[in-house]
């Protein structure tokens, strides 16, 4: 029997090699103002850049560009709303990384708002955002978050008593995403390795919450086999358009899987970390992937209770591994050893040598939620997935 479910609405979505040449042909549809919203170097610094300025100068469009080049904070969304008060800005276009995408996201939903975006955070404001916005188009140029297909736009601020949240609504999904991987094809590799950590973690998440259906697990199961054919490759030949191609998908997948099925404790932590320490989302994803799946399974077999979740293991060990015939418990395990070599291979760095101390344990696991994960965890399972890693 198909289990109820409610689904979010897609951006309307242009795959492939080269679609990036639609870009200027939404804009001038839109109107005759766009904000262009983009990292440092990520694509200002490329020929499509130029073929976008000149397109769009040739169409009479007004272009305003706004740098991005960290992850946002409330105080860069309302600097920026603040830079261009008082212009016409038809149509947003974020091209970047998920940080980029993200400031977009925030920006096209403040821009005609006298409140500081704060306001409207979860879990930090106390408004409620109507969902109103100016148009957006999300174009990344990493393969990592998703953020193309999600309705949520994350901001922190990094401090003793920082935070991590959302700003989010339905209406909030970007209205196009252009997913061309071509745009991938310049990110460093510390870039692929925690962006593909990140997106296989949201892929996993999702499959193994308690929010997870048939029709996300379909889109799961997809992402994770261009997974298994794509994330190594593409760490090992970032020139490697196939693979660069099969991660963009993957990417693609995974936003939409967790804006319908949700995230589990790995990205507990990212969140609380992430407003206590200026470390990249993807690294804090990649580096407790391993431990954080390992307790898991411990507890779940302990406990008997979700026997789908372990059967779901099993499903991932028989993905990843080029094995068959073996029992559950072969498969299970198998998985959990794949990620602790990708944590070896992509050589990602533990949390002391990213700035966590042993006494600062116990505040991230305070702020840590593991909803949506296949079972609830302890704080002493908490603190032992850190130490783990620390």
Known sequence: MVKPFNFSRLPVIYFGVGKISILPEIIV???KSVLLVTGKKSFIETDD???????????GIESINIVIDREPSPTDIDN?????????????????????MDAGKAISAMLYKNESVKSYLEGVGDKVHPGTKVP?????????????????AVLS??????FKKSLRHENLVPDIAIV????????PVNIIAAGGMDCFTQLTEAYLSDKANEFTDAYALAGLKAVRESLRESFLDPTNIDARTGMSFAALTSGICIANAGLGVVHGFASSIGGLFNIPHGVVCGTLMAPSNEINVRELRRNKRNKVALMKYVSLGKLFMNERGKSNDFYIDGFIQYLYQLTIDFQLPGLKKLGVKEKDLNKICERTEDKNNPITLSSENLIEILSGRL
């Open 180 to 187: 061309d991987p071509l745009l991938t094809i310049n990110c």
């Open 136 to 152: 957006f188009v999300a174009v990344p140029t990493t393969a990592g978050t998703g953020s193309e297909a999600t309705k949520n």
């Open 29 to 31: 549809s839109t109107g």
């Open 157 to 162: 601020e990094v401090n003793e008593n920082g």
């Open 49 to 59: 850049y130029q073929k976008l300025l000149r397109s769009l100068n040739t169409a």
């Open 80 to 100: 920026a709303v603040n830079l261009i008060s008082g212009r016409s800005v038809d149509i947003v276009a974020g091209i970047g990384g998920g940080s980029v």
